[in-house]
């Protein structure tokens, strides 16, 4: 399986903050990766497909990037509209897996 | 709009059995591999299960594998998740998502296993 170790679990940030969230995989999964946001109650939102490919109407302050097994996204300005929990999912092979999750907390 | 809709979620014993339903619109459902995809109770993303736009492959998680049974309706836009054998930990909301890297998401329905 192609399992996928995100980092931090947790973090807390300001509005205006840098913020680098990983995600490492365990087998190269050649770009297949996607980023999700989840608020609190609400169903996941897909950010980012192929590593780098912003989806419609996400904000350009998010961007990804990485390769093989290592990727990173990151949100340049944190606003607040930010806060929330982010998970990475590879979609190279099956089983599909998501990353842990990364809860972005208001220092 | 692009819009999916599970239903099908409750209270269920242990051991018992619910079938989930998700009904798409505004896209070519046929043409899509579809996905079930959980999450337990103040955890994180789980996928389920897979079935390709024709029903031909079918994939599922080893958690449910040999309990739960994915099915399609393309002639009613419908994804199905035949749950068996229930157990407390299967408890999530479950929601359907479209194609492999989950562009789009339901709501999600319920299910809780209790006694």
């Known amino acids: 399986a192609f399992l996928l170790t995100q980092s931090p679990s947790s973090l807390s940030a300001s509005v205006g903050d840098r913020v680098i969230i990983t995600c490492r995989a365990t087998?190269?999964?050649?770009?297949?990766l996607a980023w999700f946001q989840q608020k609190p109650g609400r169903t996941p939102r897909l950010l980012i497909l192929?590593?780098?490919r912003l989806q419609n109407g996400v904000p350009s302050r998010f961007s990804g990037s990485g390769s093989g097994t290592d990727f990173t996204l990151t949100i340049s300005s944190l606003q607040p509209e930010d806060f929330a929990t982010y998970y990475c999912q590879q979609f190279y092979g099956y089983p599909l897996t998501f990353g842990g999750g990364t809860k972005v907390e208001i220092k | 709009d692009v819009l999916l809709v599970e239903s099908g979620g409750g209270l269920v014993k242990p051991g018992g059995s619910l079938r989930l339903s998700c009904v798409a619109s505004?896209?070519?459902?046929?043409?899509?591999?579809m996905n079930w995809v959980r999450q337990a109770p103040g955890k994180g993303l789980a996928w389920v299960s897979s079935?390709?736009?024709?029903?031909?492959?079918?994939y599922y998680s080893d958690s449910v594998k040999g309990r739960f049974t994915v099915s399609r309706d393309n002639a009613k836009n419908s994804l199905y998740l035949q749950m068996n054998s229930l157990r407390a930990e299967d408890t999530a909301i479950y929601y359907c998502?479209?194609?492999?890297?989950?562009?789009?998401w339901g709501k999600g329905t319920t299910v809780t296993v209790s006694s």
């Open positions: 087998q190269d999964i050649s770009g297949a």
């Open positions: 192929d590593v780098y």
């Open positions: 998502a479209r194609t492999d890297y989950m562009d789009v």
């Open positions: 505004g896209f070519d459902f046929s043409s899509y591999t």
């Open positions: 079935i390709s736009s024709s029903g031909s492959y079918i």
